[in-house]
């Protein structure tokens, strides 16, 4: 099984009329969030995560209204991505384990574009749920209705940008000793960036300059992790099951 | 050169601690790579000698031989 | 098209006794340059007007930034060179270099505290230059870690491939994100990146400390991958030729 896996990791997926490749992402997305359904606990755990994460900052920094408005935003920032991050074992692991992955990859459609279906309903079901419970945490730290505003608009953006970096680290640890601490100690300085820009236009909101500028980049960076993430992660993939 | 004696020069104008901190730190550090890189290869080199004992030659010494004297060299 | 003959010396059985006679030679021109180095640093070059003595850590921590920044697109493109091309000795070059480029990049962070705590009061300042420096170390950490927690040798190999190429793409990334990061907090204070304006002995002073360093690196990454050699090779027959 492996010698017909066995691919140069780094061939570009084949090109393949337009209607196969909406095909290819719907289904996998498509089995993806029907499993989620099904499961639905494991949807509310990485809520009740960034609700929990999020109430760590004023119990451990003090309740005074100043100091958190002004950690909010990195405050929300970082319990999104700590979110996220425990989402993302799941993302790859239960199909490693019953073979599907394998499956998919022998399959005549597009890996890649598997994978990408993948991510998607990964997205729409751990990062989608942290963008709308975002609000409700930040009147919690007394941000302002256009501040969270800007919040759930660079989360929107944000989220998806932090799955589909962090679904190369959960194929590249996959199956791995230590999974979930190597995982993070692999993905965290990535997503740095993310961070900068994402907590940074809320507190440019709250400065009073411009956010366009930080959201920009936010959504400069998502359109370059959506070309490149699918590739890399399916490339670490074959490597994983070999 | 603008150092008029040897204490002068080791008193860095008074940032002594920092100068020769970081110039102290790096030869450190390089000088422990070196030495543990020297080491592992030197355990490697004699944990292969042990493993496989040459028995094409018979006029070569036999590998545990050749490790003491390896060890006292 | 005859392949170059420098193409032999991919295969571990010729590496092994070349970077063998190499590595000494690096060894001495890392001592000379700093030889030269550390005299125009610390002879040659005049006191700064603000910093004073202090400021001849540059000669030290600068080279040590320099070359964990080198090294580690070095090592991304000898990984990327052993999972295209499946070159198997690339990619034990790429985690040979890993952990002399993981000790600059901690170097350069203990150099940049010593310099910072006499000129700016404190041991760690969150400066551009200092942060940039610590993502780059956990990035080697994260490679280094990678490799060593995954057991199949071919598997870390390309797996720390593909991390290494993610991470050479975000460094500048990263870089262009801290620096933003730092204008739009510190504002008027001053940065520790900002250096003494330069007079011709001190760029002369870091430039052959830098280089230094570059030989020192070489030599510990040959005698690395000698080790990594021996290692992995150990059951073929080279090897038993090579350490009798």
Redesign the interface.
Known sequence: MSAVVEDN??AAPAAAPAGAVRGSVVVAMRRDLLLAARHRSEVLTALSFFVVVTSLFPLGIGPEPELLRRIGPGALWVAALLATLLGLPRLFASDHADGTLEQMALSPRSFTLQIAGKMAAHWLVCGLPLVLMAPLLGVQFGLEPEALAVLVVSLLIGTPLLSLIGA?GAA??LG???GGA?LA??V???Y??AL??GS?AV?AQAAGVGVRAHLSILGA?LVLALC?APW?TT??LR??M? | MQWHSASEFFAMGGYALYVWGSVGACAAAMAIESWLLKRRHRRLVEALRRREPRTSDPNAARPRAAARRERTA | MKPLRAFRYAAPATFYPLAGRLQPWFAALAVAFAAGGLWIGFFVAPTDAQQGEGYRIIFVHVAASWMAMFLYCVMAFWAAIG??FHVRLSSMMASAIAPTGAMFALLSLVTGSLWGKPMWGAWWVWDARLTSSL?LF??Y??FM??QA??EDP??AD??GA??A???V??VP??Y???R??NT?HQGASVSLTKSPTMAQTMLWGMLLMALAFWMYAIAAVLARVRNILLEREGHTEWVQHAVA
């Open positions: 990791p780094l190369i590249l640890t791995v000793r230590g190597l100690l692999i965290l300085p990535l740095i960036p900068v820009f940074g507190e960076m490149f890399a490339a670490a490597i994983a070999e | 999972l295209a993502v956990m990035l950490v994260g870690a990678l927690a995954i071919r598997r390309k797996a593909i991390l190429i993610v991470g793409v975000n990334i990263i262009f994100s801290v933003w990061w739009l």
